[in-house]
Every structure is written in structure tokens, then in C-alpha cells.
């Protein structure tokens, strides 16, 4: 038992934790293009528009494990008498890619000149992607399962602002 705890102390020394559990590589590619635009309905209602179009491409490759041989015998003290030779790779975990819009419209009122209440509705987006947080290495588990689904939904608010100063000071 001994022997197979300093072997694995060595393996981890070798491959760095670092490298055999997290990935290795991990770039996201986003692009958007983002619309906005006021209308004025008359002097105290105003509607605003805003999308933004969104193309995103996410891509991963982690570490896939190792083999590992110590051709060095080990001493009385279970010492390690050589350094083990290891091979190890990465593979490509996989890619996502994700196309959305998130539009929002928000409708104001200027109830007075220093108060303005409104109403908005807007979409959110969380594009699809790879679960990082726990890698399959060094076991052979079936890469789709770390994917997940984009996430949506829709947000609704209303609200007021308004301006105190000069009412009670600056």
C-alpha cells in the first residue's frame, strides 16, 4: 500500500494537479451586434427598444490521464529510486455553439418633471456549454454529459426614479 501511495505521490508530482485535473485549454469566441431605439409618443410617454444579437462559440480540451510505468525498484524505506516515466494527452472535450437575441422594451412616464415611473420586459440568455467543474479524467465517461442546454427567460420590472436634489439640497 505503501509503495502504491508514494507511486501515485510521484504521478501527481510529474503530471502537476493542475494539468490532470482541469482543463487545459478553454476559449469562448463571442461576437454581438447591439440595436437601440427611443420613441418619443408624446411629451411624457416615451418607448425604448433594445436587442442585442448574440454568436458564440465555446471550446474546450482537457487532460485525458495517464500511463505511467516506474521501471526503478523502491528501497527498505519505500523510497522512490527513480523518477517514473509518464505519457499523457489531452483530448478535445468538445464545443458548443450558441445563437440568441435578448430583446428588451421599457415604457416611461414622465409624471412630473422630477419623477418618472416605468415598466420593462426583457429576455435573458445563458448560452450552452461544457461543465468544467469536474473533468472526466482519467476515467472514460461519455463526454455529452457534461453539456448543457442554453437557459432563457423572461424578466419583468417596474419602477420609479426620481430627482430630489434642490428639493432638499445637493
Not at 28 to 47: A, K, P, Q, V
Not at 108 to 118: D, G, K, R, S, V
Amino acid at each position: 500500500y505503501a509503495a502504491i501511495m508514494l507511486n501515485s505521490t510521484a504521478l501527481a508530482n510529474s503530471l502537476g494537479f493542475s494539468e490532470y485535473r482541469n482543463p487545459i485549454n478553454a476559449d469562448t469566441d463571442h461576437r454581438s451586434f447591439y440595436l437601440m431605439g427611443e420613441w418619443s409618443i408624446n411629451d411624457t410617454w416615451t418607448l425604448v427598444v433594445e436587442d442585442r444579437f448574440v454568436w458564440e462559440d465555446f471550446d474546450a480540451s482537457v487532460a485525458i490521464g495517464a500511463s505511467c510505468v516506474n521501471p526503478y525498484p523502491y528501497n527498505a524505506n519505500f523510497d522512490i529510486l527513480g523518477p517514473p516515466t509518464c505519457i499523457y494527452g489531452t483530448q478535445n472535450f468538445g464545443s458548443t455553439s450558441s445563437n440568441y437575441q435578448t430583446p428588451k422594451f421599457t415604457l416611461e412616464w414622465q409624471a412630473a418633471e422630477t419623477a418618472m415611473l416605468y415598466a420593462l420586459a426583457a429576455r435573458g440568455v445563458k448560452p450552452a456549454g461544457i461543465s468544467l467543474l469536474q473533468v472526466p479524467a482519467p476515467f472514460d465517461l461519455p463526454l455529452d454529459i457534461f453539456y448543457y442546454d442554453p437557459e432563457k427567460m423572461w424578466s419583468y420590472e417596474e419602477g420609479a426614479k426620481s430627482n430630489w436634489s434642490g428639493r432638499y439640497g445637493n
